[in-house]
């Protein structure tokens, strides 16, 4: 093969892409290769042609629909680049295809179409089921990470089986086990068709429900399932057995537990050559996708940007009901909206961004995202700053508590794998939103970012970088770059 594919559907391949191009040469040799590659550099295209020229079947998994849409994108500009045929099978959720109003608008949908399918029989060719069957004869399948929990991962193991690399997108998701939840509402219906001590439990509200996930058998609530067409029970109890521990959380009036089997059912799934992608995908994380890994780390982005952390200031999430710090933040805001076109704002969290909405009212020229929201993911903005408030980390639940000990059977630093990381990455792939052309600049606004800059990924410690103590200093290093970037 030549250095550049022959399918690369453009004239010229960035430095990145040819770089991207020598990583996925150690699928030779390695089962399983890490990426960590800058964002908006054209990953999604350099590692389709690459695949498409030395293999057949290519599975490949995407966190939302919107990154499928990108796939389907660059497939599209292949086939139109090399007037070739390549089939497609992008899988949709049964709440897009199902014809069926009734089932699309249930709550439990699987079980409704399973029972249609089954008893009632239907009168028309379901396009949801008639994808996973034009998916077996596609060069190409797309779909979910939805596809790898639980029981939707049974809907695919043929296409695993008949794959022949897999891939990974935006694999910095798969690093926290999925969340179980368990709607109280539900429970209260499970209770009208059976009782059981841990519906029991739950209905009472209480804290914490162990699971002795030997004592539950599904057949009864089966039984029931066949008899009525649905049944909540069921649908618990498929859930429950995936955790040994549920807790109650009064803000979703809901049980939440962490499927503690899921790294090991992803690692069974990764026994052919395979791709893992991202922007942000620290070395630590290999441990949760097994052995014979090799990692490749782009050292630059395409576009030469600016990184500054200022260091005079520390935000935990109490600072944000200090109304004199939430002052100088907007002042600070309101400065350098006089020398951009259009600024990037990422808050912690939703309620850290509700506070300040609370008391100012963001400049036109400003826009506030969330860290790890979907806006903050996936797509461009085109804004010369971003300015990253505090450091987006989780708040403390018992999910997060029973996710770092989830983490202990891996690695001897659980915290930095279940806590830590997970609130980098969400701030640099908030950042990455507006590093898709050159000369921007990136704020980190905590000092406590000075310590957390060893886990950025090499693209981002590679960067102009400066550390920046004085607020007069910091704005005036900002008024200096909105000249020499502009």
């Avoid at 993911?377 to 770092?404: F, K």
């Avoid at 202990?408 to 640099?428: E, N, Q, R």
């Amino acid at each position: 093969m030549s250095l550049v594919p022959k399918c690369f559907p453009y004239e010229y391949p960035r430095l990145t892409q040819v770089e991207v191009w020598g990583a996925l040469r150690e699928l030779e040799k390695n089962r399983v290769v890490f990426i960590e590659a800058p964002t908006g550099v054209g990953k999604t295209s350099a590692v389709l042609s690459f695949l498409l020229e030395r293999y057949g079947r290519v599975l490949w998994f995407c966190y939302t629909h919107r990154q499928q849409e990108v796939v389907l994108k660059e497939v599209e500009n292949i086939i139109r680049k090399n007037n070739i045929n390549i089939n497609v099978t992008v899988i949709r959720g049964i709440k897009n295809l199902c014809p069926i109003k009734k089932v699309r608008e249930s709550d439990l949908p699987h079980q409704l179409c399973r029972y249609y399918t089954s008893v009632k029989g239907c009168d028309f060719t379901c396009p949801y089921r008639e994808q996973f069957l034009a998916a077996l004869n596609s060069r190409i399948i797309v779909v979910t990470y939805n596809y790898l929990r639980q029981p939707f991962i049974n809907k695919i193991l043929s296409l695993i089986d008949t794959t022949d690399v897999i891939v990974l997108d935006e694999a910095h998701h798969l690093i926290n086990p999925p969340l179980i939840t368990i709607p109280l509402k539900w429970v209260k219906l499970a209770l009208e068709e059976v009782n059981h001590e841990i519906l029991e439990k739950m209905i009472k509200r209480e804290k914490i429900v162990e699971i002795k996930r030997e004592k539950i058998s599904l057949s009864k609530y089966e039984e029931i399932f066949w008899k009525n067409g649905v049944s909540y029970s069921l649908e618990i109890f498929s859930k429950v057995i995936l955790t040994q521990k549920l807790f109650y959380s009064k803000d979703t009036d809901s049980y939440l537990g962490i499927d503690d089997e899921f790294h090991f059912r992803l690692r069974k799934i990764l026994n052919k050559p395979s791709v893992v992608i991202s922007a942000t995908l620290p070395k630590k994380v290999k441990v949760l996708f097994g052995s014979n890994v090799c990692i490749n780390e782009i050292p630059r982005h395409e576009y030469k940007f600016y990184t500054l952390i200022y260091s005079k200031v520390k935000l935990p999430k109490k600072r944000w009901f200090n109304e004199a710090t939430l002052a100088e933040i907007n002042k600070f805001i309101d400065i350098i909206s006089n020398y951009f076109e259009k600024i990037l704002v990422v808050f912690p969290s939703s309620d850290t961004l509700n506070i300040f909405y609370k008391h100012f009212i963001l400049p036109n020229n400003v826009i506030g995202i969330v860290a790890g929201s979907r806006e903050a993911e996936g797509i461009d903005i085109d804004a010369e700053i971003c300015v990253v408030l505090g450091v987006p980390y989780d708040r403390v639940t018992r999910i997060t508590i029973e996710t770092i000990r989830y983490f202990k059977k891996y690695t001897s630093k659980p915290k930095v794998l279940g806590y830590t990381i997970p609130a980098v990455i969400k701030a640099v792939q908030a950042a990455g939103r507006i590093l898709r052309k050159p000369n921007r600049i990136v704020v980190f606004y905590d000092k406590r970012w000075i310590k957390l800059r060893n886990f950025y990924p090499k693209w981002l410690k590679n960067s102009v970088f400066k550390i920046i103590s004085s607020k007069r200093k910091l704005i005036d290093e900002l008024i200096y770059l909105s000249i020499i970037c502009s």
